[in-house]
C-alpha cells in the first residue's frame, strides 16, 4: 500500500524534473549540438522505439548513470562500476605527495559547455524577433551580422538563441549599425525587427 501512496508523489517528482529539462533543452547556448545528436537519434533508433528511448535515458539520468561503467558496459553482478584513472597533474602530485595510502580524489566539477563571459563595459544588447522555431542558429546568424555591418566574430560578444526571439551583445556603435541595416531585413522568410533590449 505504502508504494501506491507514494506513487504520485514519485510521479510529481518525475514531472518536475521533466518540466526542469524542457526548459533547460529551450534556453540551451549549443542549439548546433542538441540538432547534430537529434540527427544521430534519429538514424540509430527506430521510430516507434523512441519515446522508450528518451523514457530510459531520463531513468538513467536520474539514476545517475549508475547502471553502466564509463565505457557503457553493464557491471557483472556484485561488481562495482570501475572508474576511468584520474589524470596525474601537478597539483594532483602536490596534493598525494607525502602519503603512503594512496586516496581517492574527488571528481572535477563539471564545467558548462559554453560558460558566459562577463560583457564588456559599454555593451549594449539587441532583441531580434526570430529564433531557434526558423531554424535560425547562433553561427548562422554571427555570419549574417559580420557580413551586414562589417565587424568580426570577436566584435559580437555574445549571442542567445530562444525559440522565437534573440539577444545579441555587441558595442554601442555596432548595434547602431545593426539596427540600421538590419531592421526590416527578411532572413529565413521572416521580416526582422531589431531594437534595443529592454531586458539589459
Do not use: W
Not at 549540438?33 to 536520474?62: C, D, S, W
Not at 557483472?76 to 602530485?93: L, S, Y
Amino acid at each position: 500500500m505504502d508504494n501506491e501512496e507514494n506513487k504520485p508523489d514519485q510521479d510529481q517528482a518525475v514531472i518536475t524534473r521533466i518540466q526542469a529539462f524542457a526548459k533547460e533543452t529551450k534556453a540551451d547556448s549549443n542549439p548546433d549540438e542538441l540538432e547534430h545528436l537529434k540527427k544521430l537519434i534519429k538514424r540509430n533508433v527506430p521510430f516507434t522505439l523512441r519515446g522508450y528511448f528518451m523514457a530510459y535515458l531520463l531513468r538513467q539520468l536520474m539514476n545517475g548513470g549508475s547502471r553502466f561503467d564509463r565505457r557503457g558496459q553493464r557491471p557483472q553482478r556484485g561488481e562495482k562500476p570501475q572508474r576511468a584513472p584520474r589524470p596525474q597533474t601537478p597539483e594532483n602530485q602536490e596534493a598525494s605527495a607525502g602519503t603512503d595510502a594512496p586516496t581517492e580524489q574527488a571528481p572535477a566539477e563539471s564545467k558548462p559547455v559554453h560558460e558566459q563571459k562577463p560583457l564588456p563595459e559599454g555593451a549594449k544588447t539587441l532583441y531580434l524577433n526570430i529564433g531557434k522555431m526558423k531554424r535560425l542558429y547562433v553561427k548562422e546568424l554571427c555570419q549574417i551580422i559580420q557580413d551586414q555591418i562589417g565587424v568580426t566574430r570577436d566584435d559580437i560578444y555574445a549571442v542567445r538563441i530562444h525559440d522565437k526571439y534573440s539577444f545579441v551583445s555587441m558595442s554601442q556603435e555596432n548595434c547602431d549599425k545593426a539596427i540600421e541595416k538590419m531592421n526590416g531585413m527578411d532572413i529565413k522568410g521572416r521580416t526582422i525587427t531589431v531594437t534595443y533590449s529592454n531586458k539589459e
